[in-house]
Nanobody, 116 residues
Framework: QVQLVESGGGLVQPGGSLRLTCAASGFVFNSRTLNWVRQAPGKGLEWLSS????????TIADSVKGRFTISRDNSKNTVFLQMNSLKPEDTAVYYC?????????WGKGTLVTVSS
């Protein structure tokens, strides 16, 4: 079955960096678009970025543009989210999700806390 497992979250100071990893299995990885989505405490889901399968075309939300970068390694069935210049408002659970438009599979998320 489809599995998406996020890792790399943790506590980081404002201005710091983290790289999140999503390990995928159970489907043909290089043919599918992968996304990062987050949910801050008490708020709704916020889509952050996506990367297409074979071409690796990326899109990113204006709210994190210039700070976050999505990438993927099709040889390792892995997608990454590099997060730089982190702010307290980036505190959230970060999810990896599969799909283009409709997201049909989700990981369980990894918590990122930005605090001094």
């Amino acid at each position: 079955q489809v599995q998406l497992v996020e890792s790399g979250g943790g506590l980081v100071q404002p201005g710091g960096s983290l790289r999140l990893t999503c390990a995928a299995s159970g489907f043909v990885f290089n043919s599918r678009t992968l996304n990062w989505v987050r949910q801050a405490p008490g708020k709704g889901l916020e889509w952050l970025s996506s990367i297409s399968g074979n071409s690796g075309t990326t899109t990113i939300a204006d709210s994190v543009k210039g700070r976050f970068t999505i990438s993927r390694d099709n040889s390792k069935n892995t997608v990454f989210l590099q997060m730089n210049s982190l702010k307290p408002e980036d505190t959230a659970v970060y999810y990896c999700a599969r799909g283009l438009g409709a997201l049909d599979s989700w990981g369980k998320g990894t918590l990122v806390t930005v605090s001094s």
